[in-house]
């Protein structure tokens, strides 16, 4: 019955031309990729939407799949492609490497780590200047919670609900949303305490975040003053004086959760928060996988736009535009706390690796990423408030930069988050006109827009106008 409702709501919108013409197709017809799919790739790996996308080849902000059709990328691969699909920059460098040496493992020298080392630390503020190399965030986030241990001789690490920081056993103990974890022991010494989330948490009001759109709570609050910090920071200190022993080894958090679906907290939480788990012997990390890199705009790391300095930094995802690389940084102290025995990792830091990071680094600057991200990011944010005021079912649009999300509810009062299945055909309708977004939210209720950080306003103007169409059709439906 799906298929034969028709729509009496058609789009004007068209996509922002694009010169590149992919190659031919000519891999497995469909048909024998999915068959493959359900016989050989295990079924853990799920894909997005009711006919999954197969994509043949991307160019910047663009894709293209098998039969030549063209999408707009909002998703950039799960926040991962940083500066466009094989930028011609990152190509270049990675096909001369290529020809040159793939893999020696640190135990000898080459100029790429050492060249890399230098170039990745300078952009971080003193004392995080040592860099260890890895191969994925859950494998980074695991190697910080081992050193927070092992330097502080602590046990106990603090997480916020609603954080995802990985998805190796280890890491399962951090990650703090029910459909990632599995009926078997972890995260044995890790706690939770509340998330400070200004929307759908218990305290929350009009000024509270560091975003150019704010929710639509009311609060009396005086400037400089955030009762809802406040009240949040009463919850983190007592998770401290009653969950953990009064020393602890960590605190880790993500400057705006990720797979939450972009959530905040109120301005100053985090400083107030590294202040009290430090006075217990803790040291801060923060989770910059996804928003590292001038993703934000204002800033080039999350941590900085909260005012803050961590004792450890974890990167990955957009380190390498795709590559499978990440980092932990830290300090020389932190480090040397891991070099009493030994710590290895074959991978890590590779030739291959060090070289796209650079090329990633060298692309960010010369195209101006950063600004990109803070310019076309912030008027994506305010036409989609627009839309927000327009619908009742847009409970919350947040974000900073290019790291955005839009939370869908039943109504704006209840805040309760609108079926799975509603916001799944609204996502479906998007992909059918040629955007893609992601998903994210414990219900799955939030659109995640975290683009390449190439996009142009033409592009976000074309996506917020395919997103308003897709609104229209839902609420069609919905009479």
């Not at 927000?388 to 999300?405: A, P, S, T």
């Amino acid at each position: 019955r799906q298929q034969k409702w028709k729509s009496s709501v058609s789009t004007q919108a068209k996509m922002p031309p694009c010169d590149f013409v992919p190659e031919k197709y000519k891999s497995y017809p469909y048909e024998r990729t999915q068959k493959i799919r359900e016989q050989n790739i295990v079924p853990s790996l799920r894909t997005y939407y009711k006919k999954p996308l197969l994509l043949h080849q991307g160019h910047m902000q663009w894709l293209f799949d098998y039969e030549g059709r063209r999408y707009l990328d909002l998703f950039a691969g799960i926040v991962t492609v940083s500066v466009g699909h094989c930028h011609p920059k990152v190509t270049m460098a990675t096909q001369k490497q290529l020809a040159r040496l793939w893999h020696t493992s640190n135990i000898y020298m080459h100029p790429s780590i050492h060249e890399y080392a230098e170039k990745l630390t300078s952009l971080l503020p003193d004392p995080l200047k040592v860099v260890y190399l890895t191969n994925s965030g859950s494998e980074a986030n695991d190697l910080a919670m081992f050193m927070a241990r092992l330097h502080t001789g602590n046990f106990d690490i603090i997480c916020l609900r609603g954080a995802y920081h990985g998805g190796s056993p280890y890491t399962l103990g951090l990650t703090s949303l029910g459909p990632y974890k599995h009926g078997v022991a972890n995260g044995f010494g890790c706690t939770t305490t509340m998330l400070p989330d200004v929307f759908r948490g218990p305290w929350g009001g009009s000024h509270c975040r560091d975003s150019p759109v704010q929710t639509v709570r009311k609060c009396s609050c005086s400037e400089g003053v955030c009762q809802a910090k406040d009240q949040y920071i009463e919850q983190f200190k007592d998770t401290l004086n009653t969950s953990v022993p009064k020393t602890v080894a960590g605190f880790i958090a993500e400057p705006i959760q990720g797979v939450n679906g972009a959530v905040q907290y109120p301005r100053n939480f985090l400083k107030e928060a590294y202040q009290l788990v430090r006075e217990r012997g803790g040291i801060c990390i923060s989770d910059e996988v996804q928003t590292g890199f001038g993703r934000t705009g204002s800033h080039f790391w999350g941590f900085q736009t909260h005012d803050v300095v961590p004792d450890i930094v974890t990167l990955a995802k957009g380190i390498g535009n795709g590559f499978p690389m990440a980092a932990v940084v830290t300090t020389k102290e932190i480090a040397s706390s891991l070099a009493q025995n030994l710590h290895f990792n074959t991978f890590g830091g590779s030739p291959l690796a060090c070289v796209v990071g650079a090329a990633v680094l060298d692309a960010i600057e010369e195209d101006g990423l950063q600004k990109n991200s803070e310019d076309v990011g912030t008027y994506m944010l305010l036409e989609l408030a627009k839309l927000r005021d327009k619908f009742e079912i847009i409970g919350d649009v947040r974000g900073k930069g290019l790291m955005i999300g839009v939370e869908m509810v039943t109504d704006k009062d209840s805040r309760c988050p609108l079926p799975a299945e509603e916001a799944g055909q609204i996502w479906e309708d998007c992909k059918d006109m040629g955007v893609l977004i992601g998903r994210g939210g414990l219900y799955s209720q939030t659109f995640r827009i975290k683009p390449p950080m190439c996009i142009t306003k033409k592009d976000a103007d074309f996506a917020v106008e395919i997103f308003h169409t897709a609104l229209q059709r839902h609420m069609e439906r919905a009479a």
